[in-house]
């Protein structure tokens, strides 16, 4: 359904416009139509049947993007698969009962394979393809075990953007296309008719440069990697007054981070996104570009909050995970693991429930003391995590990047005072690390699995 909208629309109005630039070159959108018109023969040709479960390896190009869509209309079970060893590609294959993978050399196929089907005995991906509609399976992380598969009807996660979108944006593709909201970002700028920016790599020097150069006007990304943006002073090298709007999500953002991020993109509105890959992608309304406090929720969700945890019924919502038991409740509720406070119908995440530090039978948030450490001068990059100890239970650990040598000496007689000033006795971090080792994973998240 999606796909043939996209089309008719391209027919009708946006043939002309500019559909992606990458690799400095730019496509447009009757390019991507006859493309994807490409790709359904290619499917056609090589008895690529609907309902058959199809990944590719690879990130953003004219021509993946373009076989995504014919996919979609194929009515086939995608699975995107981005920047992941070989073993790992092998094992979520397997876990989604993968029959034909596709695996790309930047834009260019370098193969598909058939791998041998032995008949799927998963009841989702059965009724997936009893539905006759396209799905999508995406992966949770797997840090702390094997990764959850999630299977999504794609026709639902699509529908809310048949009608188009108001804002026409150009705008940087950051979050991967394996993730929901990189999927979320792209459906969102090519039903306006706008203009999907690759950059050469996720480095702030290259995006900024590619904000610069094709004077993009939105920035969909997180926190951790606006941090290693300012950062990296890189901004002060190239205009970025074209931004109308930085999105920001996948994690809490530090309150003294978006004082500095609005200081110098200050041409920029500021917008908290929320959404998870077993719910999608919630509509958010921040109370101002100031604050982290945001309504979330809209046409198709409900939202309550349970002892402080956000609770989240959404018709976006995946038809199950492949590989574990329903996280849903049994009226259709999921339960975001997220803690909230709420304020005049706004909340604000303060954590996730499963990384709250208990020392000694106190609740300490990582963000909470992330932010406070995030104001110390000499302080590049921050990471709480909670260590087992026999007397309190867990004591407040920190690893610390730093802008320029300090002894650990003193940078612990630094913290421990500054943080006197401003914290409970039991929030103080009790050890205290500096370390060279980035504090974020390759989706620019902190690493949260300690």
């Known amino acids: 359904m999606y796909t043939q909208w996209l089309l008719d629309k391209i027919e009708e109005e946006w043939s002309q416009n500019e559909f992606m630039i990458w690799q400095d070159k730019v496509r447009t959108y009757s390019w991507l139509r006859q493309c994807i018109l490409y790709w359904e023969g290619y499917l056609n040709d090589h008895s690529i049947l609907p309902g058959e479960i199809v990944s ?10 373009a076989l995504f869509f014919a996919l979609l209309k194929n009515r086939n079970i995608i699975v995107p698969l981005c920047g992941l060893p070989v073993e790992e590609v092998h094992r979520r294959n397997k876990i989604a009962n993968v029959t034909m993978r596709f695996i790309f050399e930047k834009d260019q196929l370098q193969s598909h394979q058939r791998i041998p089907d032995h008949g799927t005995t998963n009841t989702l991906l059965k009724k997936c393809v009893g539905l006759n509609v396209p799905g999508l399976v995406l992966f949770t992380s797997g840090s702390t075990g094997e990764p959850k598969g999630i299977l999504h009807n794609l026709n639902t996660l699509t529908q809310r953007f048949v009608h188009g979108q108001k804002k026409f944006y150009k705008g940087i593709l950051f979050l991967l296309f394996d993730h929901i909201g990189g999927i979320n970002t792209m459906l969102a700028i090519l039903s306006s008719g706008g203009t999907l920016v690759v950059p050469l790599s996720r480095h702030p020097e290259d995006v900024l ?3 610069e150069k094709f004077k993009v006007t939105l920035l969909p990304t997180s926190p951790t ?29 530090p309150e003294v981070l ?25 509509s958010t309304q921040s109370e101002s570009s100031e604050t982290i406090w945001m ?17 989240i019924k959404s018709q976006t919502s995946m038809l199950g995970y492949l590989n574990a038991p329903s996280p849903f409740t049994e009226d259709g509720w999921f339960i975001s693991g997220d803690k909230v406070e709420t304020k005049d119908g706004y909340l604000k995440i ?12 106190n609740k300490v948030f990582p963000a909470e003391i992330e932010n406070i450490l995030l104001q110390m001068d ?34 612990r007689k630094r913290i421990y005072k500054f943080c006197q000033e401003k914290l409970e006795r039991y929030k103080i971090p009790a050890r205290i690390e500096i370390t060279t080792t980035k504090l974020h994973s390759y989706r620019f998240k902190k690493m949260r699995n300690k």
Not at 298 to 311: N, P, S, T
Not at 356 to 361: F, L, R, S, T
Request: charged content about 20%.
């Open 225 to 253: 990697f606006l941090n290693l943006l300012l950062i990296s002073d890189a901004y002060k090298q190239y205009d970025c007054s074209s931004l109308k709007l930085i999105t920001y999500g996948t994690e809490p953002m």
């Open 378 to 411: 000499n302080i590049k990059d921050v990471f709480v995590y909670g260590e087992r100890n026999p007397i309190t239970g867990q004591i407040v650990v920190v690893e610390v990047n730093l802008v320029e040598n300090e002894s650990l000496e003193n940078l």
């Open 295 to 311: 309504k979330v929720g809209g046409e198709g969700y409900q939202v309550k909050v349970v002892d402080g945890i956000l609770w």
């Open 258 to 282: 978006l004082k500095r991020l609005r200081a110098v993109f200050h041409n920029a509105s500021f917008k908290q996104t929320y959404g998870t890959a077993e719910i999608g992608i919630l």
């Open 56 to 65: 590719f390896e690879g990130d953003y190009s004219p021509n993946i993007v």
């Open 350 to 361: 303060i954590g996730r429930e499963a990384q709250v530090i208990n020392v000694a039978g």
């Open 209 to 211: 440069k590619d904000i």
